[in-house]
């Protein structure tokens, strides 16, 4: 793993809202690999998530993010999504962000659920020679490893290690590594539900964001006070 040392990270995702189990990983991630920093890409409009659930502003999601990280120098947010008109297309983003990072190594990072439907995304096949990618696991743990998690259709591309844990583009030789990281079982999706529901999200959410989100009243739920008075 030591080729990715002092590349830069790139943490793609929709942020709705940002939360712990994002900022671990992606601690974690830049500590296991030695990368020099972490960019957070909120994207504008995800072509992904279409489970009927609110999406809040592009705008709303990057100032969540930018608050979330502010106390970290090593993490900073990149809003090229937030500006680009159109779907959000990693294939996109990461065209523009290897030519910008360049000779740094771009490293994407991405969960196990996220990268297990990869094919699915635009280009998948593009994407994988564009930069290296770290995937982290996940909760619920899951059997396998990127033997078992590469789409098919993919998997040729790559010469996989007998562990299953790091492999190497054919053609690109970039890097896919899977990292085992500490499972915190915390989705957006769940604190949205928590929020419609008005219990509470407390240490679920960073905390410079967490009065903000619920004032916003974004994921429905009357916006509340949060200093404990109700
Ligand atoms: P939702 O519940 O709305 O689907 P999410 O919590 O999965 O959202 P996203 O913004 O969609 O959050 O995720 C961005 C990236 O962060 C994805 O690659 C996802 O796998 C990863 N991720 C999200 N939560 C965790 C977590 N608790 N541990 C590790 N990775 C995570």
New binding site residues.
């Given amino acids: 793993m030591g080729d990715l040392a002092g590349g830069v990270g790139v943490?793609?995702?929709?942020?709705?809202p940002?939360?712990?189990?994002?900022l671990?990983?992606a601690e974690e991630v830049m500590e296991r690999l030695g990368l020099a920093r972490m960019l957070f890409v909120?994207?504008a409009r995800?072509p992904?998530?279409q489970?009927g659930?609110p999406i809040a502003a592009p705008e709303l999601r990057l100032s969540w993010v930018q608050a979330a990280i502010s106390s970290n120098p090593r993490f900073q947010a990149d809003s090229l999504e937030v500006e680009r008109a159109g779907p959000s297309y990693l294939v996109d983003t990461l065209r523009t962000l290897r030519e910008r990072l360049a000779p740094a190594r771009t490293v994407f990072?991405?969960?196990?659920?996220?990268?297990r439907e990869m094919d699915t995304w635009r280009d998948p096949k593009t994407l994988f020679t564009l930069a290296d990618f770290a995937v982290?696991?996940?909760?619920p743990r899951q059997r396998g490893g990127l033997k078992e998690w590469l789409p098919e259709g993919l998997a040729n591309a790559f010469e996989i290690d007998e562990d299953g844990r790091s492999a190497r583009h054919r053609e690109a030789g970039t890097r896919l590594l899977l990292l085992e990281?500490t499972?915190?079982?915390?989705?957006?999706?769940?604190?949205?539900q928590r929020l419609r529901e008005g219990r509470s999200v407390r240490y679920l959410l960073p905390e410079a964001i967490h009065d903000d989100v619920i004032a916003s009243g974004c994921y429905g739920g009357a916006p509340r006070a949060t200093d404990g008075s109700e």
């Avoid at 943490?11 to 709705?16: K, S, V």
């Avoid at 940002?18 to 994002?22: E, K, N, R, Y």
């Avoid at 982290?136 to 909760?139: K, L």
């Fill in positions: 943490y793609g995702g929709t942020f709705n940002i939360h712990l189990g994002h671990r990983a909120p994207s995800p992904h998530k489970d659930d990072t991405l969960g196990c659920d996220a990268f982290t696991t996940r909760p990281i499972a915190l079982e915390v989705s957006a999706s769940s604190i949205r």
